[in-house]
């Protein structure tokens, strides 16, 4: 089946610590993306990539860092800097015209212990 | 810029009954998507219905249906014979027909179905 596929589903940062948030799809879509959302709210663009080798920041960058090396795998790392990384994660993607919506991961849900 | 505005944070219903909830957006193109997304207490996003703006007939994808207005800028999501597996948050979001272009999404509406 293709699809999206987030890992893991709950991650656990101490203070001062980087961690990484894996998306892989097998759907030979180009764009991806990531999205945070709080709780009671909607979602806002972090990163997004819309081919191999290159992405682009979003509404709220700062503290995060992307990699877009292969054409499935689009990891997102929640840096120190992140004053505030407590937070569910989305990944996403659509095909090449994206008429038909993105398909979405089940998601991360990151909190600093 | 392009905006999507949910004025319902919340909405109730009975089980049964029919609930319709609104959706406002603000645009120059006249080439473009919408779409209606269910995010259940799983916090899976699932697509539940998409409208295209060049087509007049607006979509229909069993109990869930839209009113597009296309002049007054208003997609609003009718669920008839709510069930009890409804009860999520509602976005609705936009997008130009364009590849380089993202999801606009609005703030969403908690939809609680009453047994």
């Known amino acids: 089946d293709g699809g999206i596929t987030q890992s893991p589903k709950y991650l656990f940062r101490k203070e001062g610590q980087n961690v990484t948030l894996s998306c892989e799809q097998n759907l030979n879509h180009d764009a991806m993306y990531w999205y945070r959302q709080d709780p009671g709210q909607g979602l806002r663009l972090i990163y997004y990539s819309q081919i191999v080798n290159d992405f682009q920041k979003g509404d709220i960058a700062e503290g995060y860092s992307v990699s877009r090396e292969k054409k499935e795998s689009f990891p997102l790392t929640v840096t120190s800097a992140q004053k505030n990384p407590t937070a569910f994660y989305l990944c996403a993607t659509h095909d090449e015209l994206g008429s038909y919506g993105y398909t979405f991961g089940s998601g991360t849900r990151l909190t600093v212990v | 810029a392009q905006t999507v505005t949910q004025s319902q944070p919340e909405m109730s219903v009975q089980e049964a009954e029919t609930v319709t909830l609104s959706c406002t957006y603000d645009t120059s193109e006249s080439d473009y998507y919408l779409f209606w997304y269910k995010q259940p207490p799983s916090r899976q996003m699932i697509l539940v219905i998409r409208?295209?703006?060049?087509k007049q007939q607006n979509a229909t994808e069993n109990r869930f249906s839209v009113n597009f207005q296309k002049a007054a800028k208003s997609f609003s999501l009718k669920i008839s014979d709510s069930q009890l597996g409804d009860a999520a948050m509602y976005f609705c979001?936009?997008?130009?027909?364009?590849?380089?272009?993202?999801?606009?999404w609005g703030a969403g509406t908690k939809l609680i179905i009453k047994p």
């Open positions: 979001a936009y997008r130009i027909a364009d590849s380089n272009y993202q999801l606009i």
């Open positions: 409208q295209e703006a060049y």
